[in-house]
């Protein structure tokens, strides 16, 4: 059974930086590729970033410039850096296999709240 641990999240002033972690276990990361997730209160859960087996990045416009995807396969472990984050942003970010087609089960997810 494929789990997935989201953790980083918290409570930041715009135009701060947080760092999220997404640990997987029970199966084997290294050869899916993998998305950062989000939803928002009362929106549609968007995707935010992907990154592919090889690590090929990509971003959602809104994101471009300001997040940065990465993985460490060895770790079983899936990364989003954040930087000059604004209060849209607030929301709960969640990882999973990309595309969303081929997603597991949810995890838990990590509340980013980014005050203005």
């Known amino acids: 059974q494929v789990r997935m641990v989201e953790s980083g999240g918290g409570l930041v002033q715009a135009g701060g930086s947080l760092r999220l972690s997404c640990a997987v276990s029970?199966?084997?990361?290294?050869?899916?590729?993998m998305g950062w997730y989000r939803r928002a209160p009362g929106k549609q859960r968007e995707l935010v970033a992907s990154?592919?087996?090889?690590?090929?990045?990509n971003y959602a416009k809104s994101v471009r410039g300001r997040f940065t995807i990465s993985r460490d396969n060895a770790k079983k472990t899936m990364y989003l850096q954040m930087n000059s984050l604004k209060p849209e942003d607030t929301a709960v970010y969640y990882c999973?296999?990309?595309?969303?087609?081929?997603?597991?089960?949810w995890g838990q997810g990590t509340q980013v709240t980014v005050s203005s």
């Open positions: 990154i592919t087996s090889g690590g090929i990045t």
């Open positions: 029970g199966t084997i990361f290294s050869i899916y590729s």
């Open positions: 999973n296999a990309y595309p969303v087609a081929f997603a597991w089960s």
